[in-house]
DNA sequence: AAATCTTTATAAAATCTTTATACATTCTAT
DNA sequence: ATAGAATGTATAAAGATTTTATAAAGATTT
């Protein structure tokens, strides 16, 4: 379930960190962590976090700026958690895009709680866990894929790749986009690497890997997925 | 924006029914009220609301019981609003489903800012601006065009051209604007690009190229996009 | 040792730039 | 008012550049 998950916390208090620390670790979450604004945004650069809890009352930068510079590029569930409970506030920081937003002192189960429901809105709209296309199905939770009811043999780095673009179907995903999100956030110029694996893929699903019917290229741009 | 967003309070206080319904529609929220769990459940059923607001004491059967039935078939956000504020009451309702949890009393401007976070969570990746100009369609965020619903494939600089002329529709964009946006600062020269692009798109868009309805010529002058 | 990922090399394809040419429109001098 | 010049436009096509596909060698991981 949440055996890969990992959560990134942005805040300098010793006592909330080892809080934290203990309730999301024990309950199955890998925790990294963060004490000033800078470092959070490198380490949710680096990272790539499944979520991030976030304290507004940082020491070098204010919370909500920097939540406004990750909105600019990080998508998955911010939680702000934070002693500063004015309705602007509250207001400001939903509207720019925090998931959640809870206060200190807070209650360990309900941030829990929170954290767990902020991951599932995140990703369940996405994954609906059978993906089908022709003949091709993409089971995602088990991470099988079928083509004419025949298993194909996916590395790792291939499946995630694929279910990637099959979970955006339609969409034209940039390389820059693909090579972050599967490969990590200073890969963004490694377009080479697409190339080898696309190339992989098509061989294994396309009917005619030279005529490809899904995985489909936008010069200059990126990939997609189908029609 | 949220014009056409209908809210479904759950909830048999008249006092609460009345502050809600204050500030959501003068918020440009549509609300429908019910006030048990009964008529909740057909509510939802003939209304379908962009969003639910909870209540979880009801006369009839307990919220909690209703957020879970709602949760079989309805998959926008549920937020709950109740007195209750036992740690195990929102674990449990979150776990079932509920996007949120809120205990009375609230700040209505809170409330209203989290409608907006769960319904914006609900739908952002689901439905993007899409340009519609008879049978032609502009995706922008998936850079997919397409005529009589069948994909046009566009190069990245014919797309660029595309989307900038049709998201300034109607009006005469000059070369030297078109030419600084899509190639640079420096090119505000090189009209003679302009005409190779637009004669390329016209090809693949236009119902008869050499009488185009859509990209037109403003001579001396630019392009215009549409009437 | 086997499988997988990274990196390099190269040919092919796609795209962009530039040139050439024909057509259309506006302006000007008679 | 009209011929002719000047300016603006459309389009095809050649040339240059960028991007892509693919195989295969090397490195790393399991």
């Given at each position: 379930m949440n055996?890969?998950d990992t959560?990134?916390?942005?805040?300098?208090?010793?006592?909330i960190?080892?809080l934290?620390?203990?309730?999301?670790?024990s309950?199955?979450?890998?925790?990294?962590?963060?004490?000033?604004?800078?470092?959070?945004?490198?380490?949710?650069a680096?990272h790539?976090?499944?979520?991030i809890?976030?304290?507004l009352?940082?020491?070098?930068i204010?919370?909500?700026?920097?939540l406004?510079?990750?909105?600019?590029?990080?998508?998955?569930?911010?939680?702000?958690?934070?002693?500063r409970?004015?309705?602007?506030?509250?207001?400001?920081?939903?509207?720019?895009?925090?998931?959640?937003?809870?206060?200190?002192?807070?209650?360990?189960?309900?941030?829990?709680?929170?954290?767990?429901?902020?991951i599932?809105?995140?990703?369940e709209?996405?994954?609906?866990?059978?993906?089908?296309?022709?003949?091709?199905?993409?089971?995602?939770i088990n991470?099988?894929?079928?083509?004419?009811?025949?298993i194909?043999?996916?590395?790792?780095?291939?499946?995630s790749?694929?279910?990637?673009?099959?979970k955006?179907?339609?969409?034209?995903?940039?390389h820059?986009?693909?090579?972050r999100?599967?490969?990590?956030?200073?890969?963004?110029?490694?377009?080479q690497y697409?190339?080898?694996?696309?190339?992989?893929?098509?061989?294994?699903?396309?009917?005619?890997?030279?005529?490809?019917?899904?995985?489909?290229?936008?010069?200059?741009?990126?990939y997609?997925?189908?029609?």
């Amino acid at each position: 379930m949440n055996e890969n998950d990992t959560i990134l916390i942005i805040d300098d208090e010793i006592q909330i960190r080892r809080l934290l620390e203990i309730s999301l670790t024990s309950n199955g979450y890998k925790t990294i962590f963060a004490s000033d604004g800078k470092e959070g945004l490198t380490s949710a650069a680096t990272h790539n976090p499944s979520a991030i809890i976030l304290d507004l009352g940082l020491p070098d930068i204010d919370g909500l700026e920097l939540l406004v510079k990750l909105r600019e590029w990080f998508n998955k569930p911010i939680i702000v958690l934070t002693v500063r409970n004015s309705e602007d506030d509250i207001i400001y920081a939903l509207d720019k895009g925090a998931n959640d937003y809870l206060t200190k002192p807070f209650r360990s189960g309900e941030l829990l709680a929170r954290v767990r429901t902020a991951i599932r809105l995140n990703t369940e709209k996405i994954d609906s866990p059978i993906l089908e296309f022709g003949s091709l199905s993409i089971d995602l939770i088990n991470h099988v894929v079928r083509k004419n009811n025949e298993i194909v043999k996916l590395t790792a780095t291939e499946f995630s790749l694929l279910s990637l673009l099959a979970k955006n179907q339609g969409r034209v995903l940039t390389h820059q986009f693909l090579l972050r999100e599967i490969w990590g956030y200073s890969y963004y110029e490694q377009t080479q690497y697409l190339r080898v694996f696309i190339a992989q893929l098509r061989k294994k699903i396309e009917e005619n890997p030279s005529k490809p019917e899904l995985l489909i290229t936008e010069s200059g741009i990126g990939y997609r997925f189908g029609n």
